[in-house]
Structure formats: C-alpha cells, structure tokens
C-alpha cells in the first residue's frame, strides 16, 4: 500500500502562483511514476503531469509553460509549481501513483482562482 497526502492547495487570483506538495508513504519506491491530476465540479478527472522515478516527466499541454512538476527523491514528495494561474485551473487537484498494476489516489486539496 501507498499512502498519498497533499497540501499546498487554496486560493488566488489570476495571475497568482501556487506550489502543491504530495508526500508519499508505504510501499513507496522509485519504479512508481508518481503525477497531478484534476477534477473539476461536473467535469471528468484530467491528467496534468507526472514524474518518473528518473525524473522523466509529461506534462498535459493545457498546462505547458504554466505548471512544473518535480520530485525529492530522499523525502518521496513532488511539487507542482502553478504559475499564471486562471480561473479554469480551478479544480481539486489529486495526486496519484502507479506501478504496474498498483494504482494509488491522494485525497485532494482544492485550487480556487478567482478575483
């Protein structure tokens, strides 16, 4: 089992910035691709990014040039830096793990922007 916590979430006008956190704990290893997606009210869950265990990352292209992705590998946590936020990134932003056929959900921390 993969335990999945994320903070950072809240609000912030457009334009603002904010950087998401999710620690991971259990069974946590370096062959896990580990990424964000959101999912916005009415709206189906959306895949923003994920990070390999060797730092490869994808990016969803509705985020290219706003949104980063990273990973500290000694303290099993990635960061999504959101930069130039917009109304439409609004949405609750989940982290997830994967591994073959191990898949784990965080819990979600909203992101509101609005003016």
């Known amino acids: 089992q993969v335990q999945l916590v994320e903070s950072g979430g809240g609000s912030e006008q457009p334009g603002g910035s904010l950087r998401l956190s999710c620690a991971a704990s259990?069974?946590?290893?370096?062959?896990?691709?580990m990424g964000w997606y959101r999912q916005a009210p009415g709206s189906k869950r959306e895949f923003i990014a994920s990070i390999t265990g060797d730092g490869v990352v994808s990016l969803a292209r509705v985020v290219e040039g706003r949104f980063t992705i990273s990973k500290d590998n000694a303290k099993d946590t990635i960061y999504l830096q959101m930069n130039s936020l917009q109304p439409e990134d609004t949405a609750v932003y989940l982290c997830?793990?994967?591994?073959?056929?191990?898949?784990?959900w965080g819990q979600g921390t909203q992101v509101t922007v609005a003016s």
């Open positions: 259990g069974d946590i290893h370096n062959g896990y691709i």
């Open positions: 997830h793990a994967k591994y073959t056929l191990y898949s784990f």
